[in-house]
């Protein structure tokens, strides 16, 4: 069974812009989350998506959002990108619901200059 | 205030030293406790789910138990290739997760 993926791997962008990445869960998984990953911060829960409807969100600001597609693929944005949004993004998906087991994909690397 | 602590921050043994690694919580209403593993730059990957006081879960060298305010992930005779950080999140009643901060472990030839 292919695991989570995640595209792009790496990105450098400069502050202001905006960015997309993009996350395809595990065949059968309908739960889709997002985490923001920092050496300072450890890993924080961003969002979750469930039936293409945002189901639990963690506390950032409203610059980051996501959506999710029919097909459960997932894709997450940040607009007016600032140099603490520098991180690994990491998604997951699992069965159901956020509290079943999490499987994570390799992150997207972002850099932001 | 729902809080996961892990301890050490970081962790250097020599191969074959045995050790064992803390995740204390205070949340809410407990559903479940999770070890992951990751390897630099790569995501999380799953180790175990622990559900209840009691609980005991093996798998090659670790050994992972839960009590009603922690967990220990314990590493029975480790190689240079368990070095890795090793994350604990929890999940409550309110379908919250909560991921402590990890603890890097070194394990030296």
């Known amino acids: 069974k292919a695991g989570v993926t995640q595209t792009p791997r790496y990105l450098i962008k400069t502050r202001g812009q905006q960015v997309t990445l993009s996350c395809s869960p595990i065949s059968g998984h309908r739960s889709v989350s997002w985490y923001q990953q920092t050496p300072g911060q450890g890993l924080q829960f961003l969002f979750e998506?469930?039936?293409?409807?945002?189901?639990n969100k963690g506390n950032f600001p409203g610059r980051f959002s996501g959506r999710q597609f029919s097909n459960s693929r997932s894709e997450m944005n940040v607009s007016t990108l600032e140099l603490g949004d520098s991180a690994l993004y990491l998604c997951?998906?699992?069965?159901?619901?956020?509290?079943?087991?999490?499987?994570f994909g390799p992150g997207t690397r972002l850099t932001v200059l | 205030e729902d809080q996961v602590t892990q301890s050490p921050e970081a962790l250097r043994l020599q191969e074959g030293e045995s050790s064992s690694l803390n995740c204390s919580y205070t949340v809410s209403g407990l559903r479940g406790l999770f070890w992951y593993r990751q390897d630099p730059g790569k995501g999380p990957e799953f180790l175990f789910t622990l559900y209840s006081a009691g609980e005991e879960k093996e798998k090659e060298r670790l050994k992972a138990t839960l009590t009603k305010k922690e967990s220990f992930l314990h590493i029975t005779a480790p190689k240079p290739e368990d070095s890795a950080t090793y994350l604990c999140a929890v999940t409550t009643g309110a379908n919250n997760l909560f991921f402590g901060t990890g603890t890097r472990l070194t394990v030296i030839p």
């Open positions: 998506y469930f039936s293409e409807t945002q189901r």
């Open positions: 997951a998906s699992s069965l159901l619901v956020l509290t079943d087991t999490q499987y």
